[in-house]
């Protein structure tokens, strides 16, 4: 199934192959857009199914969206769940009430907090400070892709599990191996993660 979405994602044009500048300011010869994948109802869905799937069994009170991408993800989850939402920002509003967390977190509620792609683990390790600052405990984080360049390793440092929906070399293999893009594409995205 995962490969559904691996297919679904590349027809539309969430994986880019390129020049491109990341958040955390690398590099890269390739870009995985999820935010695309909001414009379209059925890949949507199927994250959704994915990220509601990784949560079968573990109990949590509420939901937290990293800015600004991992905040659609959270929302349509927490819906579904029927869970609270919270979102943190990258930094505290100057005006109004000043804050870093949106929502009303409680002390000692346990969070899990969503975002799109990990790849240093910067945004979602920012957000479990804020949550664990705020008194909220946190132990698990979501992904859709994981670009396999030391996300999990950092955001594991926090004391927070990642679960993801697919690694990014996974992702590349499948496109590969059903025809969607060259080998030669497939081995630079190998090269660049030193895993060839």
Same mark, same amino acid.
């Given at each position: 199934?995962?490969?559904? %979405?691996?297919?679904? =994602?590349?027809?539309?044009? &969430? ?31 199927l *994250?959704?199914?994915? $990220? +509601? ?11 937290? /969206? !990293?800015?600004? &991408?991992?905040?659609p993800?959270? +929302?349509? %989850? ?5 869970? /609270? =939402? *919270? $979102? ?6 100057q ?17 899990? @907090?969503?975002?799109? !792609? %990990?790849?240093?683990?910067? +945004? ?17 984080? =979501?992904?859709? !892709? ?5 996300? !999990? ?5 926090? #004391?927070?599990?990642?679960? +993801?929906?697919?690694k ?12 969607y *893009?060259?080998?030669?594409?497939? %081995?630079? @995205?190998?090269?660049?993660? #030193?895993?060839?």
């Amino acid at each position: 199934m995962v490969k559904d %979405l691996a297919i679904l =994602l590349f027809k539309i044009g &969430a994986v880019k192959f390129g020049k491109f500048k990341l958040t955390s300011g690398l590099e890269s010869p390739f870009y995985i857009d999820l935010r695309t994948a909001l414009s379209y109802p059925e890949a949507y869905r199927l *994250i959704v199914d994915y $990220y +509601s799937s990784m949560l079968n069994g573990v109990e949590f009170d509420k939901i937290a /969206g !990293v800015e600004t &991408a991992g905040i659609p993800w959270a +929302s349509m %989850l927490a819906y579904r769940l029927g869970k /609270g =939402l *919270i $979102y943190v920002r990258k930094e505290a509003k100057q005006h109004g009430a000043g804050r870093l967390i949106e929502g009303h977190l409680n002390p000692g509620e346990r969070v899990v @907090v969503v975002d799109d !792609v %990990l790849t240093t683990g910067g +945004s979602i390790t920012s957000a479990v400070r804020a949550i664990k600052g705020s008194g909220g405990i946190v132990e698990l984080a =979501l992904v859709a !892709v994981d670009r396999e360049q030391g996300g !999990v390793a950092n955001v594991k440092a926090e #004391g927070v599990e990642v679960r +993801s929906i697919v690694k990014v070399t996974e992702l590349m293999e499948m496109l590969y191996r059903e025809g969607y *893009i060259e080998f030669s594409q497939y %081995l630079e @995205v190998l090269k660049y993660l #030193g895993k060839a």
